[in-house]
């Protein structure tokens, strides 16, 4: 495949077959450096990654990475924040990683990529003074990659790290990954203002076929769920849960009010597990009707609870989750609250997925006051690179980069914000290091 702008390295394209990858000895990995506080986290990632690769298997294994570019850099070489041409490789390549990217939030008509400063004409930043990073406003370039590559798993793993001041008695405990699905529920909604025509019909035609009467001063919101969305995400959840050999997988939902929606994803979760997963997945009722409550050895439990009572038991018995698969409202409100359970390192990682193709991120904002600063707290990017590097199966190295991490936070030796954490705590050994001298910590403790 011929690009413009984008130059594939030797190696091995990553290709998927009958649902599973399959990773040379030298894949190519896209990786974009995003805007922001990217150009300095991203760099280090890439080092990280590098070093924990080459102390794992020598010279037996590499990373090609292949840049590409969206955001500022997408301005640059091609006028456009969300090049086409930066899809169509990410889509040829299977694997990519990327920085944060700008996401304009006001109502100014135009962005500067530079320093997200929004104003309302185009030319030289009013802000920064850069005549180069200037366009008009656009929607989220995290959003337009989800669904231009149908990225319909959006995936988050949280676990604690010892040494990281955190809220929670339990927290030691933490260690799961949610698959929240991207596409369906509120993203695929449609929301009605209170005395619209189309709120007033749908009222109406609900009083019609129900007998129910909604308050006529109501505002409607509709929300979609569907049996392909959900069976393709619990399927993605298990796959995930017997790659990594992970004990059990949660549906988590409201089913006991929405019975047609999040009640039906339960039932189509638990359906798509007993007809694809049949022979390596036990659901709780046969694990109590049937087997005594004692769990089969190699067997995954796949299970189901309320929306409202998971997030009680992340807090009291976290130990008991390892899998969860939820709709997309109940997995935004519970990604973002485990994350605190564990201090919220680097914001935690993250992935959206589609059946062939991963986009792994940083989870956070371009911070562009810290732009160039060589500041900022690279965890999260790291961490995505480790679930990429589980993603192909390298989880040897994956693992390596965990315990450098692992030991160069219990070591003291930390950015800024964990290092203002600790020392509230009472540790005096604390050493503030920057963005790449804590990758530099890691690679030494690898």
Not at 94 to 122: D, M, S, W, Y
Not at 271 to 290: H, N, P, Q
Not at 372 to 377: A, P, S, T
Request: aromatic content about 8%; proline content about 4%.
């Amino acid at each position: 495949m011929q690009f413009k702008e984008v130059k594939i390295p030797e190696g091995d394209r990553i290709e998927s077959k009958d649902g599973k990858l399959v990773v040379g000895d030298r894949p190519i990995v896209g990786v974009l450096r995003g805007d922001g506080i990217g150009l300095d986290i991203t760099p280090v990632m890439r080092k990280v990654v590098d070093a924990a690769v080459e102390r794992v298997y020598r010279d037996k294994r590499a990373i090609a990475w292949c840049p590409l570019y969206a955001g500022l850099e997408g301005l640059q070489r091609y006028g456009s924040e969300f090049p086409d041409e930066t899809i169509e490789a990410i889509r040829h390549l299977k694997v990519a990683i990327k920085g944060p990217f700008t996401t304009p939030v006001g109502e100014e008509t135009h962005v500067c990529l530079h320093c997200a400063h929004q104003q309302n004409r185009a030319g030289k930043c009013e802000k920064c003074g850069k005549d180069d990073g200037v366009t008009e406003r656009f929607r989220s370039i995290n959003v337009r990659f989800r669904q231009a590559l149908d990225l319909f798993a959006c995936v988050r793993p949280v676990r604690y790290f010892k040494g990281v001041p955190a809220p929670n008695k339990y927290a030691d405990k933490v260690d799961f990954i949610l698959f929240r699905e991207n596409t369906e529920d509120v993203y695929a909604g449609h929301d009605f203002e209170s005395g619209s025509e189309t709120a007033r019909a749908i009222i109406s035609l609900i009083k019609e076929k129900t007998g129910r009467q909604i308050r006529l001063d109501s505002g409607i919101g509709v929300k979609p769920i569907s049996v392909f969305g959900t069976e393709r995400i619990v399927r993605k959840a298990l796959q995930w849960a017997v790659q990594q050999k992970l004990p059990s997988v949660t549906l988590v939902h409201k089913g006991n009010i929405m019975k047609f929606t999040e009640g039906s994803f339960v039932k189509w979760g638990y359906e798509l597990a007993r007809r694809e997963f049949g022979d390596i997945t036990v659901s709780e009722k046969e694990l109590w009707e049937k087997l005594g409550g004692k769990m089969p050895a190699g067997k995954i439990l796949v299970k189901d609870r309320i929306a409202d009572s998971i997030f009680q038991q992340i807090q009291t018995r976290p130990d008991e989750y390892s899998v969860f698969a939820l709709p997309n409202l109940n997995g935004d409100y519970l990604s973002d609250a485990a994350i605190a359970l564990v201090g919220g390192l680097g914001l935690g990682p993250g992935a959206n997925m589609s059946e062939e193709v991963a986009l792994f991120e940083a989870t956070h904002g371009t911070a562009p006051k810290y732009t160039g600063m060589d500041k900022v707290n690279p965890g999260s990017i790291i961490l995505s690179a480790v679930m990429m590097l589980n993603h192909m199966g390298w989880n040897e190295a994956a693992d390596r980069i965990l315990r450098g991490m692992e030991q160069a936070i219990q070591d003291g030796r930390v950015t800024y914000d964990l290092a203002r954490l600790m020392e509230r705590e009472g540790r005096k050994d604390v050493r503030e290091l920057s963005s790449s001298g804590f990758g530099e910590a890691i690679i030494e403790r690898l």
